[in-house]
């Protein structure tokens, strides 16, 4: 299993960032894919989650109506567009998947993504 994000970067307070994950060495469409983040002296936390078939879509309440994960399997590819962004939303950014039926997750290497004026 291999995943590979993209799209951090600096970015004032209210704009935007798109984040992509792509993955490789797994069948992308039987995984559920996730994006996850972890602020310096804080606990990695989940920020959205994407089932396998692409039917259902989770969002923590501190980023909910600000961002949207989208996943294409056809490109082995998740997005995270992420809209009025916040100081608080600093941190790096992890891709994430596991088998429908496991309970092993697999990371990507991160990407930082900071809001700041």
């Known amino acids: 299993v291999q995943l590979v994000e993209s799209g951090g970067g600096l970015v004032q307070p209210g704009g935007s960032l798109r984040l992509a994950c792509v993955g490789s060495?797994?069948?992308?469409?039987?995984?559920?894919m996730s994006w996850y983040r972890q602020a310096p002296g804080k606990e990695r936390e989940l920020v959205a989650s994407?089932?396998?078939?692409?039917?259902?879509?989770y969002y923590a309440d501190l980023v909910k109506g600000r961002f949207n994960m989208s996943r294409d399997n056809s490109l082995n590819t998740v997005y995270l567009q992420m809209d009025r962004l916040k100081p608080e939303d600093t941190a790096v950014y992890y891709c994430?998947?596991?088998?429908?039926?496991?309970?092993?997750?697999?990371w990507g290497q991160g990407t930082q993504v900071t809001v700041a004026s």
């Open positions: 060495r797994f069948t992308f469409s039987n995984y559920d």
């Open positions: 994430s998947c596991r088998w429908r039926f496991g309970n092993l997750n697999y």
């Open positions: 994407s089932s396998s078939a692409g039917g259902s879509t």
